[in-house]
Nanobody
Framework: QVQLVESGGGLVQPGGSLRLSCEPS??????????VSWYRQAPGKERELVAS???????NYADSVKGRFTISRDNAKNTVFLQMNSLKPEDTAVYTC??????????????WGQGTQVTVSS
């Protein structure tokens, strides 16, 4: 059994920073992470793609977070990060990780995390 677990959310003042983490948890061995993305959904709004990182290292960001957010990974720890700087109230949302996990050396499976709340408010 494998699940993706996010952490690092919380309450922060405007202009502050948070770093979200996403990693697999469970008894089954994970050989690696291929493509990974962070999404967010604010109350009453559609879920939107915030940032993505391919296996090759290509990144993509929503225009609203370019220059403020950075997606990265630690391959040795099978962990993905979202560094969020200069946070704004409009960044308030539930942030969810989506990743292709290698459960065998040659087969990947797509997983969603449960989400972590980020609230930006003074």
């Amino acid at each position: 059994q494998v699940q993706l677990v996010e952490s690092g959310g919380g309450l922060v003042q405007p202009g502050g920073s948070l770093r979200l983490s996403c990693e697999p948890s469970g008894s089954q061995r994970v050989f690696g992470i291929n493509d990974v993305s962070w999404y967010r959904q604010a109350p009453g709004k559609e879920r939107e793609l915030v940032a993505s990182l391919s296996r090759r290292g290509d990144t993509n960001y929503a225009d609203s977070v370019k220059g403020r957010f950075t997606i990265s990974r630690d391959n040795a720890k099978n962990t993905v990060f979202l560094q969020m700087n200069s946070l704004k109230p409009e960044d308030t949302a539930v942030y969810t990780c989506n990743a292709d996990l290698l459960l065998t050396p040659n087969h990947e499976y797509n997983f969603w995390g449960q989400g972590t709340q980020v609230t930006v408010s003074s």
